[in-house]
């Protein structure tokens, strides 16, 4: 009787605490948008008390490392991929360090991938002492031309690391026919890209394997955190294996963790090592790549809102696009190619030449309006002071990797931009117009 009371106790507070949050989140929900002095930021996490509530529930619980939130959504952001294996990690950086790791690849080994990239999707590959092959990329898509691979292909290339530049989807018919026929690995960096999808499929379930991040800036988030997506099970297998510090205890027994005080019948039955506790048999060099329990909590909440957020960029998207449709002849617009249905991340613009403004006058309007630019990544990465020493082959003049370098920015278009601010948006981009042109 007194479990019972103890349990219905435990429950009332529970649910007090979530009407707590509830009350907060309605009152301070709504802030006022005031035109000029309120920033627009390029990204913006939308979250409210369920997430913060299912998140305090792990720490309520007293669980904090991976259990069984985690293995749940593994299982949802699978079923919402149509793929077959998720690992959940820390980031999308380490989502890529953990796939391009889990391919153990010899050294010296190429990797065809785009000069416009991401740190953290290049830097795997030297980290693994690869040598990267860099492709220009297209000045609307801002993805490579399939038609360059074959020029980069070499007897050493093994992987192609691939990104969804933006959001925006490669031709992935085209990349993955020229994997087959070369017998290459394909990594897709999905981490802007959720929700984008290519004659009808979801990226990310192209190549062998692909990677998300649920870094706050993206179209969904737990704070932090990441994914590896793989229809290989094998793969999946060693890449849990390098998250985990490389242990061979990878099995479901561990990873749904139902009952923390339960013991593994496997843990001494191990065929590696007879006799030894299987949880400390290392079959991988490996990391420590998890991410908490909480995170997974708080990102289960978020795949709920996911479809909306998919939505709403998409239409703004259109509004900024239809917009900026007027000073073309000045901007460079995205494009996708055919096949493509993107959720884009954000609205690229490149400062065409010649244009009677450079990107620092563009850059500097809207900052001074209180709308948030940002530059295309790295721009091209060997440009950047970090990368200038590393050993790697260049296809072409990457010239259009040096415009963007020089020319290109971002504005945001994530789900937080309501009607007002998307109207002040315009009414800056008009008064620009009259300002220059």
């Known amino acids: 009787m007194n479990k019972v009371k103890g ?5 009332e507070i529970r649910e007090r605490l979530f ?18 002095e309120t ?24 669980w904090l490392g991976v259990g069984k939130m985690a293995a749940c959504f593994e299982e949802e952001f699978s079923k919402f991929l149509e793929t077959k294996n998720t690992v959940l990690t820390n980031s999308g950086s380490s989502a890529n ?43 609307e898509t801002y993805n490579i031309n399939p038609d360059d691979l074959e020029k980069a292909v070499s007897e050493k290339t093994r992987l192609i690391m691939i990104p969804h530049t933006l959001g925006n989807p490669n031709d992935m018919s085209a990349i993955m026919d020229f994997a087959e026929d070369n017998n290459l690995f394909v990594i897709e960096d999905a981490c802007d890209a959720l929700g984008s999808k290519f004659n ?79 949880k400390y048999v290392y079959i991988n060099i490996g990391y420590n790549l998890k991410p908490l329990e909480l995170q997974a909590a708080f990102g289960l909440q978020q795949l709920k809102r996911l479809p909306e957020f998919i939505r709403r960029r998409k239409e703004n998207f259109k509004i900024l696009f239809n917009a900026f449709l007027e000073y073309e002849d000045y901007f460079i617009l995205p494009k996708s190619i055919k096949g ?24 500097e309007w809207f900052e001074r309006h209180k709308i948030a630019t940002r530059m295309l990544f790295a721009g091209n990465i060997i440009r950047q002071p970090a990368y200038r020493d590393i050993d790697c082959r260049v296809v072409g003049d990457l010239k259009n990797s040096d415009k963007v370098m ?31 042109l």
């Open 39 to 62: 920033m627009i930021h390029y990204s913006s996490a939308i979250f409210d008390h369920r997430e913060v509530f299912a998140a305090l529930e792990t720490v309520l619980d007293g």
């Open 7 to 11: 349990q219905k106790s435990e429950n």
């Open 200 to 278: 009808g499929k979801y990226v990310s379930t192209f190549g062998n394997m692909g990677t998300f991040s649920f870094y706050p800036a993206h179209h969904m988030t737990m704070g932090e955190g990441g994914a590896v997506v793989s229809n290989d099970s094998e793969l999946s297998i060693t890449v849990r294996s390098m998250r985990d510090w490389g242990r061979a205890c990878v099995c479901p027994v561990c990873r749904i963790a139902l009952d923390p005080n339960a013991s593994c019948p496997l843990r001494f039955k191990g065929d590696i090592l007879p006799d030894y506790d299987k």
């Open 19 to 36: 009407q707590t949050l509830k009350d907060f989140y309605e009152k301070s929900a709504g802030d006022v948008f005031i035109p000029g």
């Open 340 to 363: 493509a249905d993107p959720c884009w991340f954000a609205f690229p613009l490149t400062v065409r030449d010649p244009a009677p403004f450079n990107r620092k006058d563009a850059v």
């Open 406 to 436: 020089s020319g290109t920015f971002f504005i945001g278009l994530h789900p937080g931009i309501d009607e007002a601010r998307m109207n002040y948006i315009l009414d800056i981009v008009e008064k620009f117009g009259g300002k220059y």
């Open 97 to 139: 360090l953990l796939a391009v790791s889990s391919l153990k690849l010899e050294r010296g080994c190429e990797v065809i991938t785009p000069a416009v990239t991401f740190p953290t999707t290049f830097n795997p590959l030297v980290q693994n002492c690869l040598k990267p092959v860099l492709l220009d990329v297209d000045s």
